[in-house]
């Protein structure tokens, strides 16, 4: 406040420091392009206003906004704008008329003392005025303070929050806001459930001038539910509230308003009983809030508040007197929780997983302890003593509160528990990376296994019988990779395969060379297998004698000692019988068969390196597929 103005009032607390609102023209809804060209041009003009008068006054102004056409504002006390307004009507339809710039100054007059509210309006306006005067005499402020506002809403006159609603911020800490989208939001509410509301309150920090540009924006709604008859009163509020905060987010995008419309939903019955049980919460509703709307429920009880003549009941009295011991039970119990089963858990669970990652099913809690001393201390070497006791001092606490033995556990062994299970945590979590790197070395020999198993069944198909590890790779290299059997590159990867089983022997093995060995043997094994299936077919056939019955084709497949004969390969349902076959090569005991026994015995077969067909067996033939059978070469 300028120097004149604090020789008369009192030395003022500051505010939160405010963050200034952009003068933003498409705030202003249905606005035509050329009140829109003409706004561009005041723009400049405005902020050179809004500059001067925060020099000025600073702290105290909480908000400038810029008004809309004289002839769209109703009549406000204190404001000379006489023309009537009709709220259907949108804000601004047309340009103004005029020329002139109506702007409204808010201020802060909370902590005025020693200055009459109308003699600090006057000398404010007449400064403000000037200012603008001295800028650009178009620009006709108009400057009101928040009491006056509040008083408005006491009296039950909500023109002043109308007209706010309607005006376009040009600085704000954050009041305008408020007061424009809880109008929006209220006259939306009123619009639905009108004969319902019992009053519209704005309340919380805004109101005790406790507030930050962050502040939610707390209003609550009192709902008449007297006469409620075809529901219940809890589905009445349930049904209600939904509804009003769905509009309290459809007045947020509307007006772009980014703080949270908080908004509390009571009805009535349960607002009278809160007041009789003395509940805090209404009782600061009562002494701090606004009415933005009221059909005489909340200011009497405002009024009656003041008078002292709101008093909780004796019974009130005593539910709080003894809400104390209740609390502190609470919290004890809460506390013992926490001990017994919140940081027990938090330390057994990673316990058993580790045990799992190693691959040990998860113990019970009473052998978790037993099991990690003994897979990761005596066996492994991979975790020290003193991290087993704190798992077992959590374990032993969580057993003595359970059976009461120990009564209590206080803040300050919570504490103790809290540190070592920290400490444990950590101490895990490097152990699960032990685990894992252990892991992979094992995953790197069990590959190289499998890779030098799959090479001696390939090479046991080319008639190398009994091969050693150490003569594998050079036989395997003059059978298959000389011969033009198996390409080159799968040399390389075999060679590679035995190189990372040597590091692994010698502790050399890196997670480059892990990474590479599993790529390898992969691509390794897929083409070894592929190698032995179409070898197999390929001996397979050898197997097989294929005959023409009449104008059918069948199949017989000799696989040892005993043969399956397919008697209509055409068949997609096929005919399978299965036969043993005798020294002398008769089929004997020939019986019915399916698809899933051939198929697993082929799985099982080794193939003999030659196959000698008998005579019996072509007797044998005639009898099955019948005399007028034939046998097919190179089929």
């Not at 023209?25 to 561009?40: D, R, S």
């Not at 102004?61 to 404001?79: D, T």
Request: net charge positive.
């Amino acid at each position: 406040m300028d120097k004149k103005a604090q020789d008369n009032d009192s030395k003022t607390k500051p505010q939160a420091p405010a963050q200034p609102a952009q003068f933003d023209i498409n705030q202003i809804p249905n606005l035509p392009k050329e009140a829109k060209e003409k706004l561009e041009k005041i723009r400049k003009k405005l902020e050179d206003f809004q500059k001067e008068v925060l020099a000025k006054f600073d702290k105290y102004v909480i908000g400038i906004s810029l008004l809309p056409a004289k002839n769209m504002i109703p009549p406000v006390k204190g404001i000379g704008f006489p023309q009537p307004m009709t709220l259907k009507q949108p804000p601004v339809q047309q340009a103004p008329k005029q020329d002139e710039i109506s702007v409204l100054v808010l201020v802060d007059d909370s902590d005025s003392k020693r200055m009459r509210k109308f003699e600090l309006l006057n000398k404010l306006n007449a400064i403000i005025q000037k200012i603008a005067k001295d800028i650009d005499p178009k620009i006709k402020p108009e400057t009101v303070i928040l009491s006056e506002v509040w008083q408005n809403c006491y009296d039950a006159k909500y023109e002043l929050l109308k007209l706010i609603s309607m005006s376009v911020p040009v600085y704000d800490t954050g009041m305008l806001s408020a007061i424009k989208i809880s109008e929006i939001h209220k006259q939306m509410v009123l619009k639905k459930f009108e004969r319902y509301i019992c009053c519209y309150v704005l309340a919380g920090s805004l109101v005790q001038g406790k507030a930050t540009p962050e502040s939610d924006i707390d209003v609550f709604i009192v709902i008449d539910d007297t006469d409620v008859k075809k529901m219940t009163r809890a589905e009445l509020k349930d049904k209600l509230r939904a509804i009003i905060i769905g509009m309290g987010l459809e007045a947020g995008e509307l007006t772009k308003i980014r703080n949270k419309i908080n908004i509390q939903v009571y009805i009535l019955t349960d607002f009278w009983d809160n007041i009789k049980e003395a509940n805090p919460i209404i009782f600061t509703f009562l002494r701090d809030g606004i009415p933005f709307y009221d059909r005489g429920i909340f200011m009497p009880w405002k009024q009656l508040l003041k008078m002292g003549r709101v008093k909780p009941s004796q019974e009130s009295i005593d539910i709080f007197m003894h809400s104390g011991d209740q609390m502190l039970q609470r919290i004890k119990f809460k506390i013992r929780g926490i001990g017994m089963d919140d940081i027990f858990y938090s330390i057994l669970t990673p316990s058993q997983a580790a045990l799992m990652l190693y691959g040990y099913p998860p113990p019970t809690p009473k052998e978790t302890p037993g099991m990690m001393r003994e897979v990761f201390i005596k066996k492994e070497k991979l975790l020290e003593e003193e991290y087993i006791k704190i798992l077992e001092d959590s374990i032993n606490t969580r057993k003595e509160l359970e059976h009461g033995t120990m009564k209590d556990i206080t803040g300050k062994d919570i504490d103790k528990l809290m540190e070592n299970s920290e400490k444990y945590l950590k101490r895990i979590k490097k152990l699960f990376k032990q685990i894992d790197k252990i892991k992979e070395e094992e995953s790197v020999l069990h590959l190289y296994e499998n890779c030098i198993t799959i090479c001696r069944d390939v090479l046991k198909l080319e008639g190398e019988e009994n091969v050693k590890e150490t003569e594998l790779e050079k036989i395997f290299q003059a059978e298959l990779i000389h011969k033009g059997k198996i390409p080159q590159k799968y040399d390389r990867m075999l060679s590679q395969i035995i190189k990372a089983k040597k590091d692994y022997d010698e502790g050399k093995l890196t997670k480059t060379d892990i990474h590479n060995v599993r790529k390898d043997s992969k691509d390794f094994i897929k083409f070894m297998i592929e190698y032995i299936q179409r070898k197999r077919g390929k001996e397979l056939e050898k197997t097989k004698i294929r005959v023409k019955h009449g104008s059918k084709f069948g199949e017989v497949t000799l696989l040892g000692k005993e043969a399956f004969i397919i008697h209509d390969i055409d068949n997609e349902e096929k005919d399978i019988s299965k036969a043993e076959i005798d020294e002398k090569g008769k089929l004997i005991n020939i019986k019915k068969s399916s698809l899933e026994e051939y198929e697993k015995a082929l799985t099982k077969l080794e193939i003999p390196a030659k196959v000698f067909i008998k005579q019996p067996i072509f007797e044998d033939l005639k009898n099955i597929f019948g005399k007028d059978v034939e046998i097919l070469i190179n089929y």
